[in-house]
């Protein structure tokens, strides 16, 4: 959930990503705009079962596949971005691809990284943000980031919350043996579940 999910994202969010990828001086060895349409058309056939996938697009290069898996993934079932553990690039790339007018998108971006920023200060092993699934209702989100009361800045923000959520179910582990073994797994814990599912295993 702290990723955007290949198999669910709105061809908006893929844009938006793909694009502020690059503004960050990431270098893509394809198009961006091939990629998007590629991973459209692919899904609409069937799901992506693995990033690995990708590969078999017309002129995807291996070497973006390795730059961009930080930032994509194809699990879980559901779109939501998990705001805690998403990237600021995954979450400014959710906020641009929804419809809002430039100024009322700034605003927000800032005042949310603002907020992920004071989060981590006050709690040092923080990585990301720190929102309770309570601080999603709107009134108190709004009050949290400080959000000015414009039509424009509290409908971005009604947006914004629909596609976000503070939990996850999906885990991505890396083990190295004392051996120098290296190997790749995603589980799925789902409340109530005996054990964790395994989702993907990879070793190398």
Known sequence: ESKINLNQAPEALLN?????FE????????????????IAKMRSSSPLESLEDLLLMENFEKEDLESLRPYLTVYPDSPLINLNTASSLVRNA???????DHGAKEIFSARLEEACRRGREEHPPARGCLF???????????????????????????????????DSETFCIEMKS????????????????????????HEE
Do not use: I
Not at 23 to 38: A, I, P, T
Not at 94 to 100: F, G, R, T
Not at 182 to 197: D, H, K, V, Y
């Open 16 to 20: 938006a990503f793909f694009k502020l």
């Open 23 to 38: 503004e960050n001086g990431n270098v893509l060895k394809g198009s961006r705009k091939d990629y998007v349409k590629g």
């Open 94 to 100: 959710l906020l641009e691809s929804l419809p809002a």
């Open 178 to 201: 004392k051996a120098g073994s290296e190997a790749r797994a995603l589980f799925r814990s789902r409340e109530g579940a005996l054990r964790p599912e395994v989702l993907w295993w």
């Open 132 to 166: 309770l699934s309570d601080d999603l209702k709107p009134d108190l989100f709004a009050e949290n980031l400080k959000l000015p009361k414009s039509p424009e800045v509290l409908g971005l923000e009604q947006r914004f919350l629909t596609a976000v959520t503070t």
